[in-house]
Structures are given as C-alpha cells and as structure tokens.
C-alpha cells in the first residue's frame, strides 16, 4: 500500500489547469520576442547584446529574464508532460521568484535617473510579468491540491495501518 501511495504522491493532476499551463508557456516565449525597454526585447536582455547594453539593462531585469525562462518556461514545460510533482514545485518556486524579480525589473525601469535616455518598461517585460504571476498562482494550486488517487491511497493506507494495528494489540492468535 505504501509503494502505491508513494506512486501516487509524486504525480500530479494538473485537470483544465494544463492548458492554462501550456497557453501561459507560449504567451511567455512570444513576450521574449516583444519590447522589454525600448528597442531591447526579452531575446536581447537574455543574450546581454548590443540592444540590451544600450538600454541600460539593469540586473533585476536579466535575472528575471533568466528565471523566467528556466522556471516558468522550461521546468513548467517538463512538469506538463512529466506530470512530476518535484518538477512541479520547481516550477511553482521559481516562477514565484522570477514573479518578485519582474516587479522589481519593471520597477527598476520606472525609477531611471532624469539624465537618462533609455526607455520605460515595454509590453514584452509587463506581458511577462503578469504570466509569470498567473503562472505561479495555477502551479501553486496544481501541488497543493491532492487528486482524488492521492487521497484514496492515504485512505487505503491509513485503514490498513489501523487493521494491522488492531491486530497486533489482540496478539497471535491460538488455534489450539
């Protein structure tokens, strides 16, 4: 029973949630080919080019780039078609990191000295942001709400532990 419990525990039912999933994954990739600041868009700050040096890319923004992409991206993707609850919370923790560097990445374009001419935060950067959060949040229930199987097979085990224990409480039994 045990064995099967265990099974059962690291899998993960995402239900209707994989498509909001697998929909927010791609609306990432596209805001990668959109405006993060100016003429720099999420491919330029991750690649550190040319675009990006010339915007004034500050670190908040290339972390969250960064965390973005491996998290909500790429763990997000193999938490889908593995179904994995360890690559689940994975994905859930890092999208929730990469959600509090976003804040600050769009933060750090909004508070830019007066002498400067680099832009304000793009759509790509805002668009990327707002997924990421709404990432986190479909991850954060998909872990935490236990499938009907996982919930049978603690049952299952729980009952079998309380017979098992009954049964060592009257003893072995005598047959003569």
Request: glycine share 6%; hydrophobic share 60%; proline share 3%.
């Amino acid at each position: 029973m045990e064995d099967a419990e265990r099974k059962v525990s690291g899998a993960i039912d995402p239900g209707a949630r994989a498509l909001v999933v697998a929909v927010a994954v791609l609306v990432l990739l596209l805001s990668f080919a959109l405006p993060h600041t100016g003429s720099a868009n999420g491919w330029d700050v991750l690649a550190g080019d040319a675009d990006a040096v010339a915007e004034s890319i500050a670190l908040p923004s290339r972390i969250f780039v960064w965390l973005t992409l491996v998290f909500a991206v790429i763990f997000s993707t193999l938490a889908l078609v593995t179904q994995k609850w360890a690559l689940a919370w994975i994905a859930l923790y890092g999208s929730g990191v990469a959600t509090v560097f976003g804040l600050l990445a769009i933060w750090s374009r909004q508070t830019l000295p007066s002498t400067s001419t680099a832009a304000g935060p793009g759509i790509g950067l805002v668009l990327a942001w707002i997924v990421v959060a709404i990432l986190t949040f479909h991850w954060l229930r998909a872990v935490w709400l236990r499938s009907t199987a996982q919930l049978a097979a603690a049952e299952r085990r729980r009952i079998a532990t309380a017979e098992a224990d009954a049964r060592a409480e009257r003893g072995p039994a005598d047959f003569s």
